[in-house]
């Protein structure tokens, strides 16, 4: 697996970057457990600790993976809700990140954030228009692109 490294003034960067994608973000040690099981298992239990916090997270409860959709940015109801959840904290935290960019043969299975709205499950936390889930398990193969991540500025 070819991996990219790619430094970045901030998240305003990071954000042209990864328009029109659809990604997860994780730390270097994730990533290796990642690479290890051979791709991405949603974290059910909770026992498995996130940046983003875990406690009562929509997808994570569903038994989904969250990924963060970038591909509708021009929508001003998408842009509204950028900021909520910020993916380059973990740059920030742990210096470097790693980027799963998840392939285009892998959106027929995305579960939207609408569920939240329809189901009204809004005790739990989802960030809408933004983030959206793949349901249980993830393969490496349906990783179009690895990239690391970090902030020069």
């Known amino acids: 697996m070819k991996i990219k490294h790619l430094e970045i003034d901030g998240f305003e960067d990071f954000i042209e970057l990864m328009k029109g994608r659809v990604f ?3 730390t270097q040690e994730s ?3 990642i690479v290890t099981d051979g791709g991405l298992i949603a ?3 909770g026992d498995r600790s996130s940046v983003f916090g875990n406690s009562n997270g929509f997808f994570r409860l569903r038994g989904c993976i969250s990924f963060f959709d970038y591909r509708e940015l021009s929508d001003a ?3 509204e809700h950028l900021y909520k959840c910020v993916p380059t904290r973990i740059a920030d935290d742990y210096k470097v990140m790693v980027v799963l ?3 285009h043969e892998a959106y027929p299975d995305l579960e939207s954030w609408i569920s939240w709205s329809e189901e009204g499950a809004y005790s739990l936390k989802v960030v809408p228009r933004i983030e959206i889930g793949y349901p249980d398990f993830v393969p490496l193969s349906m990783i179009s ?3 690391t991540v970090s902030i020069i500025s």
Do not use: Y
Request: charged share 15%.
């Open 24 to 26: 997860h973000t994780t």
């Open 31 to 33: 990533f290796e457990s």
């Open 43 to 45: 974290n059910i239990s």
């Open 77 to 79: 109801r998408v842009s």
């Open 101 to 103: 960019v998840l392939s």
């Open 145 to 147: 692109e690895v990239l």
